[in-house]
């Protein structure tokens, strides 16, 4: 059964997230998420489920335009344009380890505002390493330069 119909036979769809466009957010695998059929058009910040071609994502609103949304999971780095039309629902709560968690949650809505303040930070820290990684790839330097960086996430 498709999203779509679970959606419109019971207004409500859970699903243990795939991918990792959301994280640190929503973690593959391991969390739940509860999307709902939404009641209007998304605001800013809200977690769209729309259609992309055969595949569903799980995306955030960062633009609201007149017929459409710009949207972008918090852990890439390009925005999408996705009409309205293309939207099935939208997150209203996710459960991590047991533990439920509403959008209408403060710690939620303080995460959204944090983490969405602080990405020309995070797209500036993506640029200078993709940057590393080419200088370092062009001088055959690219096989020590992965050494020394999983050296540093052991720590």
Not at 42 to 69: C, E, M, Q
Not at 118 to 134: E, F, Q
Request: charged share 30%; with cysteine.
């Amino acid at each position: 059964m498709t999203f779509e119909k679970l959606l419109q036979e019971d207004g409500r769809l859970v699903y243990r997230t795939r991918g990792v466009s959301m994280e640190p957010m929503l973690r593959q695998n391991r969390d739940l998420v509860v999307i709902e059929v939404p009641a209007s058009r998304l605001k800013k910040y809200d977690v769209a489920l729309y259609r992309r071609g055969t595949s569903y994502v799980l995306h955030r609103v960062i633009r609201v335009k007149s017929d459409h949304y710009l949207i972008r999971g918090d852990n890439t780095y390009a925005l999408e344009t996705v009409p309205d039309s293309a939207v099935l629902g939208v997150l209203t709560a996710f459960q991590r380890k047991g533990k439920k968690y509403s959008v209408t949650d403060r710690g939620y809505r303080c995460y959204v505002r944090f983490w969405n303040a602080i990405y020309p930070l995070r797209a500036l820290r993506a640029r200078c390493r993709g940057l590393a990684v080419g200088i370092a790839r062009k001088l055959g330097l690219l096989p020590l330069l992965k050494r020394l960086l999983r050296r540093k996430n052991k720590r």
